[in-house]
């Protein structure tokens, strides 16, 4: 685990990829105090890392807010006392897909429209934004950072990680990028796998290059990894997601 420290009172606690995979996990801390709001829990052995970094400091965990509701981002929460647990109106559903207690994960308060959360001297907006995930979440703080979720992936050193459609929606994947694009405005991108991005040079090129592969798929639904590279000049890790991406659109 490694602790990247942002700014003051804004943490990263990074967690490299682990044996045959190249993907690892950020978990993100913003303290009030002595208190805190984590951005996602990851998988279980994760958050309890955090957790005990967070009790060896003496601070509390208050918020919890989850960009979606997938095993790698949830695992932490029932170990999670007598805190508020934020999410998308659509946790249930995705839960109920991967989770067989997923009555242990339900979050506590339910953002449906544009939603702004105060602690301390942060403010959260928080927006739907069903992506990767129908459940998916954008969340902007301090009008500095946005938390995209898995609707942009990375490795740790910042190679990109192929878009993944997990609910096999390609245009809704599409229209999450042009959201993140539309609020950017000299924002870091936090990523819950892979680098932060803070040059905009490069966090616009990211982008560009995952919404040329989404509308590729939509209009080539079987071509093959191969000819979109050939034909792009693209590449990205984690190329065999791309077979998972071409099973029927939802309508």
Same mark, same amino acid.
């Given at each position: ?12 606690? +990074? ?9 690892? !996990?950020?978990?993100?801390?913003? +303290? ?10 990851g998988f279980?052995?994760h958050?309890?890392?955090?957790k ?22 949830i695992?932490?929460? %029932?170990r ?7 999410g ?5 559903s ?8 997923? +009555?242990?994960?339900? %979050? ?14 942060h403010t ?5 934004n069903?992506g990767?995930?129908k ?12 938390? !995209?979720?898995?609707? !942009? ?9 192929i %878009? ?5 929606d390609? &245009? ?12 950017l405005?000299?924002? +870091?991108?936090? %990523?819950?796998?892979g680098k !932060? ?24 639904? &079987? ?6 590279? &050939? ?5 990205f ?7 998972? &991406?071409q099973?029927?659109e939802?309508?």
């Amino acid at each position: 685990m490694n602790i990247i420290k942002l700014e003051e009172n804004i943490f990263v606690y +990074q967690f490299g990829p682990e044996e045959g995979k190249f993907l690892g !996990v950020n978990i993100f801390m913003i +303290q009030s105090d002595n208190e805190c709001t984590l951005i996602d829990t990851g998988f279980r052995r994760h958050f309890l890392q955090v957790k005990k970094d967070l009790d060896e400091k003496g601070i509390k965990i208050s918020k919890v807010i989850l960009t979606h509701f997938h095993p790698d981002h949830i695992g932490g929460l %029932p170990r999670v006392k007598d805190a508020d647990i934020i999410g998308s109106v659509f946790a249930k559903s995705t839960l109920m897909k991967y989770v067989e207690d997923y +009555q242990n994960y339900l %979050p506590t308060f339910l953002v449906g429209d544009k939603t702004e959360i105060e602690f301390g001297k942060h403010t959260f907006v928080l927006e739907l934004n069903g992506g990767h995930s129908k459940d998916g979440l954008l969340i902007t703080l301090n009008d500095k950072y946005i938390f !995209v979720g898995d609707d !942009v992936i990375s490795d740790n050193s910042g190679n990109a990680s192929i %878009p993944y459609c997990s609910d096999k929606d390609v &245009n809704a994947h599409i229209n999450s990028i042009n959201n993140i694009i539309s609020r950017l405005g000299n924002k +870091q991108i936090l %990523p819950s796998h892979g680098k !932060v991005l803070d040059n905009d040079e490069d966090i616009m090129s990211d982008l560009i290059k995952r919404s040329t592969y989404l509308h590729y798929i939509k209009e080539n639904r &079987n071509a093959s990894y191969e000819d979109f590279n &050939n034909e792009t000049n693209i590449s990205f890790l984690g190329r065999d997601w791309h077979v998972l &991406n071409q099973i029927e659109e939802v309508k």
